[in-house]
């Protein structure tokens, strides 16, 4: 399986949902990096379950480095990190391998593997693999920020409910209910609370959708064809589980749009050019342009629902009932956030080093 993001800085996921740990390998990290505490546990709390609108696994997502930091700085060494699985339940799935769940992996993972896959919580393909994910791009985002680089998200709509976009709202987070949802519009996230409230009182989910913004890109940062700025974090962006559509810009918009209005016309100076216009595309043929990188992604809403479902037992050959218990989100997006930031952290790191804007 293809567990690997990134060329020139790699990051390799190890571990499963219910395994003893989740972890990941990170390869090309330069040296003299300083890793953050506050940073890491900033994000580290930002992905956490346990809240009011999350699964109830409760895990302490500590992260061990064991290897490539030396006095909370790297060497240049490829760097190990892990995080322990303390609340972990497999009883929960001792309907599987017999009867997937609908929406799931398991039975096209159950296939691939001739059985061998160990299917708990999502296995390999769970959202508990996100947690390393996490925390590699803390250790990363300082960097990044130092070369005036900042990336950030928050939940842009559950449901028909939809926030204002971020740069018309207030700084994180405005409301205990803003921060539970990771959303900075007070309004909106009081109305998606609601929903929320609902939709889990008919044991069902609800889909969502994450913004994002990436600013401070150098002119002409990226790898086209494939590694260009909006090719690389789409790729990235679609990994995230349960991912359903990434849009840039005016995403699928353009369609009803004319040149005249999508054009945005150059400004400045030959020395410090700068796009003019209403949300100017951030990056032009992959190559980042200066203005921000705004994007969207979609989420489905969570497979795993404590209502009755009619799906094949692999044992029977039949279709059965299945009532999906155990700990799970009814909604996807509040933590997303900190994937899809995470995400947004190890692609611009690794395109940065592939172009040569290092910290030097």
Request: aromatic share 2%.
């Given at each position: 399986m293809q567990m690997t993001l990134g060329e020139v800085l790699r990051v390799t996921l190890s571990g499963s949902?219910?395994?003893p740990f989740v972890g990941a390998t990170m390869e090309g990290v330069p040296p003299g990096l300083v890793l953050d505490?506050?940073?890491?546990t900033a994000a580290m709390n930002l992905r956490k379950t346990g809240g009011t609108y999350s699964s109830k696994r409760r895990e302490l997502d500590r992260v061990d480095w064991l290897s490539g930091l030396e006095s909370g700085m790297t060497t240049g060494e490829s760097i190990e990190l892990r995080i322990p699985n303390n609340d972990a339940r497999g009883s929960d799935y001792s309907f599987l391998p017999d009867h997937p769940r609908p929406g799931h992996q398991d039975l096209v993972m159950h296939k691939r593997t001739n059985g061998e896959a160990?299917?708990?919580?999502?296995?390999?393909?769970?959202?508990?693999?996100?947690a390393p994910l996490v925390a590699a791009a803390a250790l990363l985002r300082p960097w990044l920020e130092a070369a005036g680089v900042q990336i950030e998200a928050h939940l842009g709509a559950v449901g028909t409910v939809e926030a204002k976009p971020m740069e018309q709202c207030p700084v994180r987070w405005a409301s205990t209910t803003c921060e539970s949802l990771r959303c900075r519009d007070p309004e909106a996230a009081e109305r998606m609370a609601e929903l929320i409230q609902t939709t889990k009182a008919s044991?069902?989910?609800i889909g969502s959708r994450i913004d994002l913004t990436v600013s401070g890109l150098p002119l002409g940062l990226g790898e086209p064809w494939f590694d260009g700025v909006e090719?690389?974090?789409?790729r990235a962006m679609m990994a995230i589980p349960a991912a359903r559509g990434v849009e840039f810009g005016h995403g699928f918009g353009v369609q009803t749009m004319h040149g005249s209005e999508h054009n945005s016309p150059w400004a400045g100076t030959a020395e410090?050019?700068?796009?003019?216009?209403?949300?100017?595309?951030?990056?032009l043929a992959g190559l980042a342009t200066g203005s921000p990188v705004r994007i969207r992604v979609a989420l489905k809403p969570p497979s795993s629902i404590p209502q009755e479902q009619v799906t094949l037992n692999l044992a029977t050959n039949t279709q059965e009932p299945l009532i999906v218990k155990g700990r799970h989100d009814p909604v996807l997006g509040p933590r997303g956030v900190a994937v899809a930031e995470a995400m947004a952290v190890i692609v611009i790191a690794d395109l940065m080093l592939r172009g040569g804007f290092n910290r030097d």
């Open positions: 949902s219910h395994g505490e506050n940073t890491l160990d299917l708990r919580g999502g296995g390999t393909s769970s959202a508990r693999m996100t044991r069902d989910s090719p690389a974090l789409a410090a050019p700068y796009l003019t216009g209403e949300r100017p595309d951030g990056a």
